[in-house]
T-cell receptor
Framework: DTEVTQTPKHLVMGMTNKKSLKCEQH?????MYWYKQKAKKPPELMFV???????INESVPSRFSPECPNSSLLNLHLHALQPEDSALYLC????????????FGSGTRLTVV | DQQVKQNSPSLSVQEGRISILNCDYT??????FLWYKKYPAEGPTFLIS?????DKNEDGRFTVFLNKSAKHLSLHIVPSQPGDSAVYFC??????????FGTGTRLQVFP
């Protein structure tokens, strides 16, 4: 299995809703990531988990809450989002090999109304 | 502060010809450089990487060149195929798990 699976593919939520994005990989990768991508912009790093521990938080607002239940799963809990948070949310994983590249999922297209 | 830049937002190349995508960076401490290809509504796909201690890496139709003195790298695709049409991102890593992406170049390969 060489894939990163993200669910759901599309999500529409209101500003008062609570929802979660899910990400799963079975490649034995030790690091997992959340990126956010707005239209016509590059992916921007949000969080990094290394060996199931949060190692990087790029000053992301607390309305985004990451969770890594085990080495294969990564969640992003969403609460009280704003319309400007609408974007493509990408999950990725990587091995220890430098320069081996990340494996990205197809992303969750999030729309906040 | 954009540490990784792709100054050409788009590039159009005829099928069979060479595509050259360029990328500039500002931080001399980057240790690896990578190229990704992205189709709409999909995640980026890793293509090729190069260590900062090398100046060239080749994988099939894809070759990446690194010029450290100019802080410049380029991706050559030879021969270009219509299926190569996508957005290409260069990215750089900084001795950590953090990968910084460039702004992207949209490549169109026409028959």
């Amino acid at each position: 299995d060489t894939e990163v699976t993200q669910t759901p593919k599309h999500l529409v939520m209101g500003m008062t809703n609570k929802k979660s994005l899910k990400c799963e990989q079975h490649m034995g990768h030790r690091a997992m990531y959340w990126y956010k991508q707005k239209a016509k912009k590059p992916p921007e790093l949000m969080f990094v988990y290394s060996y199931e521990k949060l190692s990087i938080n790029e000053s992301v607002p607390s309305r985004f809450s990451p969770e890594c239940p085990n080495s294969s799963l990564l969640n992003l809990h969403l609460h009280a989002l704003q319309p400007e948070d609408s974007a493509l949310y990408l999950c990725a994983s990587s091995s220890n090999s430098p320069g081996s590249g990340y494996t990205f999922g197809s992303g969750t297209r999030l729309t906040v109304v | 502060d954009q540490q990784v830049k792709q100054n050409s937002p788009s590039l159009s190349v005829q099928e069979g010809r060479i595509s050259i995508l360029n990328c500039d960076y500002t931080n001399s401490m980057f240790d690896y450089f990578l190229w990704y290809k992205k189709y709409p509504a999909e995640g980026p796909t890793f293509l090729i990487s190069i260590s900062s201690i090398k100046d060239k890496n080749e994988d099939g139709r894809f070759t990446v060149f690194l010029n450290k003195s100019a802080k410049h790298l380029s991706l050559h695709i030879v021969p270009s195929q219509p299926g190569d049409s996508a957005v290409y991102f260069c990215a750089a890593s900084l001795h950590t798990d953090k990968l910084i992406f460039g702004t992207g170049t949209r490549l169109q390969v026409f028959p």
